[in-house]
């Protein structure tokens, strides 16, 4: 895969902005990847005061002459696509290193600690510390899941649902040898409510994504004590809302303001076959997508909690304490869970035009097939 389409991938999280805001790195490894990052840095700093030792022309037996020589560093991090734990070690071999400057690995130490919301610069502890209840949301796209996740992060006692393991991680994991599962581990004793829940939520073309690398994906469902099942009974609304994110880049609605350019972006949408089309793909794709998580479940042995949206939509409160009681959650006593959203429900008169010119279109298919 390009470099360009990894970084693309990984930058979702703002990962090179934030750490463009670090003085004094020491960055070391392959070529492409420190010049990529060279250059994302000059966006956002007018003067630049790492170090990048390029290992195409310099060796790793000068590098402590090269550390001794320039300004002290924060700290060390290698940077290589093809294996970053190796050339760790490789590092850590020259013997002369400041035992007090960390040596931290790009993705598998410092991308991880801005998902698991540390200290960039930080080593963290390999001692996993597995949290007393942990739950994990499956779904398919535009299932209501980022409405549900705040809904429960908004209870305090819920953990802080969020999609952790998303295109970044994916990306990594495929090209880049990115251990996922230890991210998650890491997850799991990192991003906790005071109560000791952990949350997180699996998108299923993500999901199975990770399935198709080296790593072990079984621990997923070893790691994780209970499964909830978002599903969506509205399926061509369901694939409607993903084709118009798609077309409108616009995945939510936090407040009113945002309103008036969505709905001019909406305005730009024409509604023909090729359209409709489109939107009769994603319905068998989510449609298939929800079946191999099922059958996902039930390979491991797994009988989730099953949530329908509508069901959301019709009583929230009533959706949530399912699920609290599922997870097994203790309620505090002394005072009244109160549940909230920022987001905002996206239907439109776009939407609800597509899904009739997509039954009338359904019908016509058909109308064609009888007269074959």
Request: with cysteine; proline share 3%; glycine share 2%.
């Amino acid at each position: 895969m390009e470099l360009d389409q990894i970084f693309q991938a990984v930058e979702e999280t703002q990962f090179l902005k934030q750490l463009s805001s670090r003085e004094k790195l020491f960055l070391i490894g392959d070529s492409a990847p420190l010049e990529y990052i060279k250059k994302i840095f000059a966006t956002y700093k007018e003067l630049d005061n790492n170090y990048y030792y390029d290992l195409s022309t310099h060796q790793l037996n000068e590098l402590d002459k090269n550390i001794s020589e320039t300004n002290k560093y924060q700290a060390i991090i290698v940077v290589s696509l093809e294996d970053e734990t190796a050339l760790l070690s490789a590092v850590k071999e020259q013997n002369d290193l400041s035992s007090e400057l960390p040596v931290l690995r790009l993705f598998a130490d410092v991308f991880i600690n801005l998902l698991c919301r540390q200290p960039l610069l930080q080593t963290l502890s390999e001692q996993i510390k597995k949290p007393p209840i942990s739950y994990a949301i499956l779904t398919t796209p535009r299932s209501g899941s980022t409405y549900l996740c705040e809904l429960l992060n908004s209870t305090k006692i819920a953990g802080n649902p969020s999609e952790h393991l998303r295109l970044a991680v994916q990306e990594l994991s495929l090209y880049c040898n990115f251990n996922y599962l230890n991210l998650l581990n890491k997850l799991m004793t990192h991003r906790v409510s005071s109560n000791g829940v952990f949350g997180t939520k699996l998108i299923s073309h993500f999901l199975f994504e990770l399935q198709q690398t080296k790593f072990d994906f079984k621990q997923i469902f070893q790691s994780v004590d209970k499964f909830i099942l978002l599903v969506r009974k509205d399926k061509v609304a369901q694939a409607v809302s993903l084709e118009i994110a798609q077309q409108t880049e616009v995945w939510h609605l936090h407040n009113n303001g945002e309103k008036t350019d969505y709905q001019s972006k909406l305005e730009n949408i024409e509604i023909n076959d090729a359209l409709l089309d489109d939107v009769e793909q994603k319905y068998n794709f989510i449609n298939k997508q929800e079946a191999r998580l099922k059958k996902l479940l039930a390979n491991n042995h797994i009988e989730p909690l099953t949530i329908v949206y509508e069901d959301i939509l019709d009583d929230a409160e009533l959706q949530i304490n399912r699920i609290l009681d599922f997870v097994a959650i203790a309620k505090p006593e002394s005072e009244e869970i109160k549940i909230k959203s920022r987001i905002k429900r996206m239907p439109s008169n776009t939407s609800q035009e597509i899904i009739q010119q997509y039954q009338q279109y359904q019908q016509r298919k058909k109308a064609q097939y009888a007269n074959k």
